[in-house]
Every structure is written in structure tokens, then in C-alpha cells.
């Protein structure tokens, strides 16, 4: 199974309070995101948004210029489903974001709750920074958050890389500099916890 196909299975199959990462509302994402201070008219994408509400939430702070980026159709269309007349303040794309054709210096926020510890091999995760360095416009913000180094190293069926502070920056660069960096625990839906590490980075 390829991996649009497997994510179609699990957004097709699984109500969204059914998956492990789950959350009603990204708090920390959002928090980031405001720290980042680049106000409602930045613009910001969501790569690998899943079903989540984090767009639903900056819609309601006033962003204005956002993104939604999914390898899953069904995800990219139940989200714009939930939305309802507000999906038209959005631009959405289906696509690999390893292979994704992504304007150059288009956007001021990067963000990404749990798509790059599915990466697992090299090349996927070079592909996937060439594509924040060559979207985000200079001085820009990534914010990723990834399993931590007590995370899960399996999660949907799939393999995943844990991070600590250190090797998720070095995976980066020296064009990054480390802003801020945390480890928080993530209840899932079903009374398990899972480690999540969340870096905020500036694109130098």
C-alpha cells in the first residue's frame, strides 16, 4: 500500500477522535504560532494537517493567509466539510510534501505536528527540508513537532523516528536557529500518552 492510500484508509475508516493524535485543539501549536509574532496578515502552512482543527482556530484569531497541505484527500476533504463557507479563506493542497511543487518565499510560518518522524529515510527528510528552505522567506518560522525520544516508534501502522533536541536541529542545519524547543506529553484518545518534542526554529 502506497502511503496516499494508506492515509486515505485511515481518514476514510476513522473518525477523527479515533486516531492517536487527536486533539480538539492544538494549544501549543497555536501558542507557537502567536510567539512567532508575525501577525493575522503571515502566511502560514500546515503541512500534513490531517483532520485537525488547527485551521479552524487561526481562522478564528484573524489569520488571514493560510494553507492546508495533506497527502489525503479524504483528510483535505472532511476538513473543508467541517469548515463550511470559512474552506473558501483557504488554500488547499493535496500532496507528498516531499515531492510537492510549493511556491518560493511564500510563506512566514511552516508548521507541522507529526509528519516528519514518519519520515524515515534519509532522502525523504532531505527532500522535505529543501522544501522549507526554499518556501519559507528569509528570517521565517518552522515549528515542528515530532515524537520525542520516549515517543512512540511505531504509530498508524508505520514506522517512526524519535528526536531529542539535538538531532532534530542537526537534521536542519546550521540555516536554522533554535528559538525554543519542549517536551510535552499528548493523552490519546485511548488513556495512552505519547511524547511529543516541538522545536521553533528561524529560517537564518
Partial sequence: MDTQTHWDKVYTEKAPNQVSWYRPHL???LDLIEQAGVGVSGSIID????????????IARGYSELTVLDISQAAIAASKNRLGNAAERVRWLVADITQAELEPSA?????DRAVFHFLTAAADRRAYIRQVVR???????????AFGPEGPTR????????YDEQSLHAEFGANFRLISSSRH????????????????????
Fill in 27 to 29: 494549544e501549543t501549536s
Fill in 107 to 111: 510563506y512566514d510560518v511552516w508548521h
Fill in 135 to 145: 518556501s519559507l522567506r528569509h528570517g521565517g518560522h518552522i515549528i515542528v513537532s
Fill in 155 to 162: 504509530c498508524s501502522g508505520l514506522d517512526a523516528v524519535r
Fill in 185 to 204: 506529553l499528548h493523552e490519546t484518545p485511548f488513556g495512552t500518552t505519547q511524547q511529543f518534542l516541538d522545536c521553533h526554529c528561524v529560517l537564518q
Fill in 47 to 58: 503541512v500534513g494537517a490531517g483532520e485537525c482543527t488547527l485551521v479552524d482556530d487561526l
